[in-house]
């Protein structure tokens, strides 16, 4: 089930402190209104009665979607209880077929859960981003952009169309701007399969951490 706590917080413009609702667990079965309300991230937010600033509330959560056989565990200050992680790793190995995954942040949750809904493997989606990362990085990044634009995270947006007519879109920042970039099926295809030749590229049971860093760590 859900667990829904109170905790007080200070308004990020005035100081004042306020309490705010927090989720300590978000059972999607028990909650189903609450997964809109994380894709769209508006869960995280609250507004002061103070000054009327709205603010990102930063805490643990652990999403959890029976249907999907999904859980995220967001983390944000990147610590995790090891002898929690194992209990409920076992336990879900029990029920069979669930993937586990850990993030430090409200907008990596967001994503788990929509490429989650579109049906798509995120270890795959990962390749996917650094490929096209590297091809836009050859043929229409111009040198003054370089940096900023390795240093940026591309996060997948959205999946339109059907078969193999289907476009997967990622967005990014750059200039300031946030921008987008579609990749045909072929591209999420080719990757799959290169995941499919190298099975030791897949990450290990537990809550893992799929992200850019960790692939780059499978690629060196």
Known sequence: MSIINEALAPCSKCGQQNKVVIYKSINIADNPEL???????????????????????????????????????????GEISETQMKAITMHTKAMGGYT??????MGSLMEKVLINEAGLDDVVLEMCKFVTKMEM????????????????????????????????????????QMLGVNIGWNVYQDCAGILERNPQMRPEDGFSKVDADWLSSKLA
């Open 35 to 77: 997964k809109d309300r994380v894709k769209d991230g508006n869960l995280f937010l609250w507004e002061c009665p103070h000054c009327g600033q709205v603010n990102l509330a930063k805490y643990e959560t652990l999403y959890h979607d029976p249907a999907a056989k999904l859980m995220v565990w967001l983390i944000p200050e």
């Open 137 to 176: 990085l050859q043929k229409s990044v111009g040198a003054e952009q370089k940096e900023e634009f390795l240093a940026s995270t591309f996060h997948f947006y959205r999946s339109e169309g059907e078969g193999d007519e289907r476009i997967l879109t990622f967005m990014y920042g750059l200039d300031g």
């Open 100 to 105: 586990l995954r850990r993030v430090n942040d």
